[in-house]
């Protein structure tokens, strides 16, 4: 079975600065992996995902995310945080054969005016 | 159309009570989840629909009765709940074709059913 690690469980920014959201994922073979967000008392909306297309996902809000096969990370970046991205970010790994997703321990990401 | 939509969005019940959450999508997809969300954790998966049989119970128990009657609407059964099931519950959505190209597993979540239990 597919799994990953969320390297951080809370992360603090400033307004303005980078973004990093850390996943390594472990799997024998190159998984779909999704990063979602889910903000205070919401669902969860997809921000990107990763298909084996390219290796660089770029998603909404200005996130993207680079698979890099040979570090088994998945991490999620921002250039430039803003107050909206304040929200826990979930990595998850796609089972395909199970069809069903297991969400990682999630990263709450908190930004600072 | 693109959405999931969850009803009620809030939910309080006695322990003897028995009630219902619903869930309903209109984009055609044939899988359909259940997940359960306490505070500050990620969500746990409890059932998958797929085709309008249930595929998946991750030993979830029997006070939760899930019933899909159609391929757009999934139902959790509530009845004789306990406090410690006070939660958040997601239910999610998936095009399911079974190893179909250009499947990737994606699901599209509804916003979800917060439900106390007293």
């Known amino acids: 079975a597919q799994s990953v690690t969320q390297l951080d469980s809370h992360v603090s920014v400033s307004e303005g600065t980078p973004v990093l959201l850390r996943c390594n994922y472990s799997?024998?073979?190159?998984?779909?992996l999704f990063w979602y967000v889910q903000h205070p008392n919401k669902g969860l909306q997809l921000l990107l995902k990763y298909t084996s297309a390219a290796t660089l996902v770029k998603g909404i809000n200005g996130f993207e995310a680079e698979f890099k096969k040979s570090e088994t990370s998945f991490h999620l970046t921002k250039p430039s945080a803003h107050m909206s991205d304040a929200a826990e970010y979930f990595c998850?790994?796609?089972?395909?054969?199970?069809?069903?997703?297991?969400f990682g321990s999630g990263t709450r990401l908190q930004v600072q005016p | 159309d693109t959405e999931v939509t969850q009803t009620p969005k809030h939910l309080v019940m006695g322990m003897t009570n028995k009630k219902s959450l619903k869930c309903e999508q209109h984009m055609g997809h044939r899988a359909m989840y259940w997940y359960k969300q306490k505070a500050k954790k990620p969500p746990e998966l409890m059932f998958v629909?797929?085709?309008?049989?249930?595929?998946i119970n991750e030993s979830v128990p029997s006070r939760f009765s899930p019933e899909c009657p159609n391929s757009s609407l999934l139902n959790l059964h509530l009845h004789a709940l306990q406090p410690e099931d006070s939660a958040l519950y997601l239910c999610a959505s998936s095009q399911y074709t079974s190893g179909g190209a250009g499947d990737t597993g994606e699901l599209f979540f509804g916003e979800g059913s917060r439900l106390t239990v007293l």
């Open positions: 998850v790994p796609s089972d395909t054969g199970r069809r069903a997703l297991t």
């Open positions: 629909y797929s085709y309008e049989k249930l595929s």
């Open positions: 799997s024998s073979y190159s998984p779909s």
